[in-house]
């Protein structure tokens, strides 16, 4: 350990100001749930209080807490696995294809990703209406899909692009078709894109609360997301509260996370073997 | 070769499918409440004896209001079942609204009082004259608690919110001085606090609603009206303000509080005053290690303290308005209702009779409150601002409060600013 | 980066197929954004022409031309959002893609430092904006943690007052943004910079190039496409992302840090102006369009040319 830090001068410590810079606030997250409401403005900078776990009971103790995280994973999960089945072929597709179309698509996709998202609510509202997709979790993640997906495929379209055409083109020679040539050639060599995409996708779908506390038309419905906005009342917040059901709902984050970093550090080895 | 070569990606494509599909049926397999919670869509016309009632409290105290409520209404009415529905606070509004565009929406709906015009406009409440006026109790309601639109009664207040001056007794016995009666003892107190070390007064800046709610008294005192906006009051008001912000009595960090900050900053020490509410009364006796007071906020004769607070009403769609009404009249709008919301929150009734009830008279803190309502209080919003027009106004009034303090504009520039942008709003 | 087509004969029919084929794969994006992306944007610029209040949501938009730009226009504050707005997306943009790089060169060789780095940052990417505004609003706050650190320090004689002073605020909340943006553009730098084969570097080091000139001839020549795609989706979050300001300023004091996509926020769902909030959400997205033409025609040239 200590002859690489020798041997990296300069990005040891800049690794380190790029932990402090994110492990600070993180660290008054994690201090702030620990405190009694009083503390919170009593004792801003200072490590000197009584630390309770008030705010971690209430918030266990909350039955619709576990309901509301199965929930926050159905609508994560289908909503990643629905943005992916549709931004992965419409990426790659956009990433071969050079004609004024993909111009437009792409022009098209960024006003897209441009929309407000507070702006879709209320047509989104009456279309749902009429289809009886209000208060499910299908609609739900119909949104939250129709919300990502311009993003995951703007966002995958360049990780296509640096597939080598001539991997793809060999392969043709072999006689492999297109269809197969993308599940057998591309799709492997795009990993990566895929896998951040993926976890982004479901990150973004995780914490998004609009259109859940306005498309569920029952509390008992809401995921997490929806939970943490309780916490921000007509006169304030009560940020223990606050803190420490952020601290709570991140953690599936983190194991999400630890699942898919082993997956990229393999597809590092696997892309060097290539 | 070419045969070959088909198989193979129709199995990917397969895969591919069965990935969708397991999604959508992972999607449709799961929407729990449908099954186990009551009416699914409290939007939909039923049958059924159920009222739904959308509020947006996550406070422990408040939501125990609501938890007694239903029990009294569902134990007097066999059959019936209340269902309280929560909405995060920034959301009730737009999703009452958007809701009523559609055609659907709650029975009966707890909101912020001072925004029943817009939804009255919005069409997200039923008219509810006819009940109000064949009310036996409605007497008991001030004037000002009661919102009406075109003639048409739209919602009532069953309690009241306002803001108070809250003292901290220490500093004041050390700097020798009682608790204000007039804004010139007020501006000498805050001056003999900030000379012996402490900070003045902490309150809202934020330019929106809140900020607006909290200017409103100051800009009362000095004489200025919504009916009839002139410049001077306004520029006597600010200028206090700024005097209060120059002489360190007033942080300009007020411009991000909201009205949760200032209070937890009153009540950690150090802070000779607080322009809060009543609701404030459980912060202040688990958290301030002091002796502390309220007075009514000296304001003079012309002053004025909004009635805040939360409004009652029924649904625009409510399937069962009959039903909802008799909710509200033996919940927010009786007597043990009002008695209640005092004993739990320490909001003030607003029926006289409950108002004068032991949980209000015996609670010296509820008194001077109850005494400021007596003397100052005001409706939410100002008579003056026609409904269409409040949002505009709390917001734009808000914004110059808030850039008073943060020191952006000076008071004769703040006061013309405001009454121009009036002259367009009223 | 690819090697130029020369297209045979033989090749051209398969090349057509090949074409079609691949432009079928958007198909099933095509209709699905259709159904449920394409109405509200109809809607948004319907509204944005028309006279939309709170009492006439649900029935007859009355067709009012451009008359809700013209109101926008006429407010005296509206081109001061306008410069908030451009200064706001600039420092996002700069420091969210130059500092997203840095973090990405950083961490990408695997270790337990990375991967212990790599987490924190998603993790507090992933915390939603309320959590994370309201804990940067106290550590700048007057008595927070960095006030205290840099009075404790003597470098300021005062606190410095991050996010009441007008000429300070927007900075500061520009700021908090570009550091919410780091980690999801380092992520992203990170996955492009760990395809690259490593042959590369191995290649370079043979020949005695140092870290630096790795950085300048091999990754960032690398990293171009993504970094085009991600300075647009920095300019975009930019151009709509007003939680952080809702929660740390409420765009004051008075209108300091108010941007086109709060005012539009505040237009739309607290005055209740539908009409209003619409046209500037249309200006908004007609000043990113400018963009996404800039950018399509970028990718064509830099793809073909």
Redesign the interface.
């Known amino acids: 350990m200590r002859r690489r830090l020798l041997a990296e001068p300069v ?1 040891g410590p ?2 380190f100001v ?2 402090v ?6 660290l ?2 994690i201090l ?1 749930s620990l405190k009694s ?2 503390d ?3 004792s ?2 200072s490590f000197l209080f009584e630390p309770t776990f008030d705010a971690y009971v209430t918030a266990l103790q909350n039955v619709g807490l576990y ?1 509301a995280m ?2 926050s994973l ?2 994560a ?2 909503t990643m ?2 943005v992916l ?3 992965i ?2 990426g ?3 990433a ?3 004609s004024r ?7 098209l996709l ?18 749902f ?1 009429q289809w009886g997709l ?5 609609g739900l ?3 939250d ?3 990502l ?3 995951a ?3 995958l ?3 296509f ?2 597939v ?3 991997l793809e083109e060999a392969a ?1 020679i072999d ?6 040539t ?3 050639v591309v799709l492997p060599l795009a990993r ?2 895929i ?2 995409t993926g ?2 996708i479901f ?1 973004l779908a ?2 998004e ?2 259109y859940a ?2 498309f569920f ?5 809401y995921p997490l ?2 939970l ?12 223990p509260g ?2 420490a059901l ?1 601290v709570i709902t ?1 953690i599936p ?2 194991i999400l ?2 699942f898919t ?1 082993r997956l ?2 393999e ?2 080895t696997l ?2 073997v ?1 | 070769m070419k045969r070959h070569s088909v198989s193979r990606p129709r199995r990917a494509l397969a895969t591919g499918a069965v990935l969708a599909a397991g999604a959508l049926a992972l999607a449709a397999c799961t929407p729990s409440a449908s099954e186990n919670g009551g009416t699914a869509d409290p939007g939909t016309p039923s049958t059924s004896q159920t009222i739904s009632v959308w509020h947006y409290f996550s406070d422990e105290n408040q939501v125990q209001i609501l938890e007694d409520y239903k029990e009294i209404f569902e134990s007097a009415n066999g059959g019936v079942t209340v269902e309280n529905v929560f909405v995060p606070y920034d959301q009730l509004n737009p999703r009452l609204i958007s809701s009523a565009a559609s055609g659907s929406g709650p029975d009966v709906v707890v909101f912020n009082g001072a925004d029943a015009g817009t939804l009255a406009l919005g069409g997200a409440l039923a008219p509810m004259t006819g009940y109000w006026d064949s009310f036996a109790d409605a007497g008991q309601f001030p004037d000002s608690v009661v919102h009406r639109l075109d003639g048409e009664v739209y919602a009532a207040q069953g309690y009241v919110n306002l803001l108070g001056l809250w003292y901290n007794a220490e500093i004041l016995n050390e700097i020798g001085v009682e608790p204000p009666t007039t804004l010139d003892e007020l501006n000498d107190a805050m001056d003999a606090a900030v000379a012996a070390g402490y900070a003045g007064i902490t309150l809202s800046g934020l330019p929106n609603s809140q900020g607006e709610w909290q200017a409103y008294p100051w800009l009362t005192a000095f004489g200025f009206d919504y009916a009839d906006p002139q410049v001077e009051p306004l520029v006597d008001a600010f200028t206090m303000v700024q005097r209060w912000t120059e002489s360190g009595a007033l942080t300009r960090e007020a411009v991000t509080w909201d009205q949760t900050v200032p209070f937890q900053t009153f009540a950690a020490g150090g802070v000779a005053f607080a322009e809060n509410g009543n609701w404030q009364q459980g912060t202040a006796a688990s958290t301030a290690g002091f002796e502390y007071g309220v007075v009514p906020l000296p304001i003079g004769s012309s002053g004025q303290v909004y009635l805040g607070g939360e409004g009652q009403a029924i649904g625009a769609f409510s399937a069962n308005p009959d039903l909802a009404w008799q909710y509200l009249e033996q919940t927010y709008f009786s007597y043990d209702g009002g008695v209640i919301a005092a004993d739990l929150v320490g909001s003030i009734p607003s029926r006289l009779d409950a108002a004068g009830d032991d949980v209000v008279t015996s609670n010296s803190l509820l008194d001077a409150f109850a005494t400021s309502i007596a003397n100052n209080g005001g409706n939410y919003p100002a008579p003056a601002v026609p409904a269409e027009a409040v949002a505009d106004q709390q917001l734009e009034v808000g914004q110059i409060w808030s850039a008073v303090i943060g020191g952006q504009l000076s008071p004769e520039d703040a006061a013309q600013q405001m009454v121009d942008l009036l002259a367009g709003l009223l | 980066m690819r090697g130029g087509r020369t297209p045979g004969t033989a090749r051209l029919s398969y090349e057509s197929r090949k074409r079609r084929t691949q432009l079928l794969f958007v198909a099933p994006a095509v209709v699905f954004l259709a159904a449920f992306a394409v109405f509200p944007i109809i809607q948004l610029f319907r509204m944005s022409v028309s006279d939309v209040r709170v009492s006439n949501l649900g029935s007859d938009w009355q067709f009012v031309g451009l008359e809700n730009v013209v109101r926008n226009l006429g407010q005296g504050a509206f081109g001061g959002v306008v410069v908030n707005t451009l200064l706001f997306v600039a420092i996002v943009t700069t420091i969210g893609l130059i500092g997203g790089l840095a973090v990405a060169i950083l961490l990408a060789k695997s270790g337990r430092w990375s991967a212990t780095i790599l987490a924190l940052l998603v993790f507090v990417w992933a915390l939603p904006p309320v959590v994370n505004g309201s804990v940067w609003k106290f550590l700048l706050g007057t008595q927070g943690l960095i006030n205290s650190v840099l009075l404790d320090l003597g470098l300021i004689d005062s606190a410095v007052p991050f996010l009441f002073d007008d000429r300070i605020a927007l900075l500061s909340v520009a700021m908090v943004n570009a550091w919410v943006v780091i980690p999801f553009n380092a992520l992203v730098f990170r996955a492009s910079i760990i395809s690259i084969p490593a042959e590369a570097f191995e290649a370079a080091r043979v020949d005695g190039a140092s870290r630096w000139q790795e950085i300048r001839f091999i990754t960032i020549p690398a990293v171009r496409p993504t970094s085009l795609v991600l300075f647009v989706l920095t300019v975009v979050y930019g151009f709509r992302s007003f939680d952080f300001i809702y929660v740390m300023t409420f765009g004051g004091p008075g209108t300091a840090t108010t941007t086109l996509p709060f005012l539009g926020y505040v237009q739309a769902f607290i005055r209740f102006d539908f009409g209003l909030g619409s046209a500037t959400a249309v200006i908004a997205v007609l000043m990113v369009a400018v963009l996404a033409v800039i950018y399509s025609r970028s990718v064509r040239r830099e793809e073909i040319g």
């Open positions: 990005a800049l690794r790029v932990f810079m994110y492990a600070v606030p993180l008054w997250i702030t409401p009083a919170v403005i009593g801003q900078s309901t199965q929930q159905v609508i999960t289908g696995v629905l089945a549709i931004a072929p419409a790659y597709g956009l071969r294809v050079d179309i993909t111009t437009v698509v792409l022009g960024i006003v897209l990703q441009m929309m407000p998202q507070t702006a879709n609510v209320i047509p989104l509202f009456q279309l209406g209000l208060d499910t979790n299908l993640i119909i949104a899909s129709a919300l997906t311009p993003f495929i703007l966002l379209r360049p990780f692009r640096s080598p055409t001539a043709a006689g492999s078709s297109v269809v197969r993308f599940f057998s990566n894109g896998a951040t976890t982004l990150l995780w914490g609360f609009l506390v306005n038309l029952t509390p008992i419905n997301s929806a943490l906005a309780s916490q921000v009342s007509a006169f304030g917040i009560n940020w606050l803190m952020a991140s984050i983190l996370f630890l970093y990229l550090r597809g590092l892309g060097a290539k």
